[in-house]
């Protein structure tokens, strides 16, 4: 039978795992707030309810790999992030590369949610019958080296680098390298058909 402590004695400290358990939600709350995320957002994102992801951020839910896994993958930042490695505001972007289902490698740029997300890509030859694929969304392809084949609707066209792209989604469109060796561009992609803005000085 457990007996209450005595009068004066010191209380037990929390063991090494509990505190760093005891921080992943304030972790998380000040990671959402950095991301100008409201919970209604996040858990559109994440699938996870708005009352257990506030829970979780005031320590009345326990962290488990189940809930972490998804957040992370939302924030863009790696689970030891979460559980307690770097501060949150720690600057330094860890790129992580990514096989592409159709060949190839993409690298995520962008860290936090939104409608317009950027990644880096690296494209293999993918053969000369172009696979036209459409989708929903909007997409704005720059060539920093190599040379990219995009056939796009009736257009076969072969660009080079300093060469931009942009296009609506929704039209067939298929890209490659144009030769053996793999094309490196930087894409930006909006889900819902957002187009990226660009601001100009006009012209005197």
């Known amino acids: 039978m457990d007996r209450p402590p005595r009068e004066g004695s010191t209380p037990a400290e929390p063991s090494p795992h509990q505190a760093v358990l005891d921080e992943v939600g304030p972790r998380l709350k000040r990671l959402r707030a950095q991301r100008g995320l409201t919970l209604a957002v996040l858990a559109e994102t994440t699938g996870i309810s ?3 992801l506030s829970r979780l951020e005031s320590g009345q839910r326990r962290p488990s790999l189940e809930l972490l896994l998804p957040l992370a993958s939302a924030y863009g930042v790696p689970l030891d992030d979460l559980v307690g ?3 949150v505001g720690d600057p330094r972007v860890r790129l992580t590369p990514r096989p592409m289902p159709n060949g190839g490698t993409f690298v995520p740029l962008t860290r936090s949610p939104g409608p317009l997300q950027a990644y880096k890509m ?3 030859h993918r053969g000369t019958e172009p696979d036209l694929r459409s989708h929903e969304g909007y997409e704005w392809l720059y060539v920093l080296d ?3 084949r ?3 609707g009736s257009h076969d066209l072969v660009l080079g680098p300093g060469e931009v792209a942009e296009w ?3 039209v067939p469109h298929w890209f490659s390298s144009a030769d053996s ?3 490196e561009v930087l894409s930006l992609f909006g889900r819902q058909g957002e187009r990226m803005h660009v601001r100009a ?4």
């Open 181 to 183: 060796r793999p094309v």
């Open 150 to 152: 995009l056939v796009l």
């Open 168 to 170: 609506d989604t929704k």
């Open 201 to 204: 000085k006009p012209k005197e």
């Open 146 to 148: 190599g040379r990219l």
């Open 85 to 87: 490695a770097p501060e």
């Open 50 to 52: 708005k009352s257990t």
């Open 122 to 124: 690296l494209i293999p």
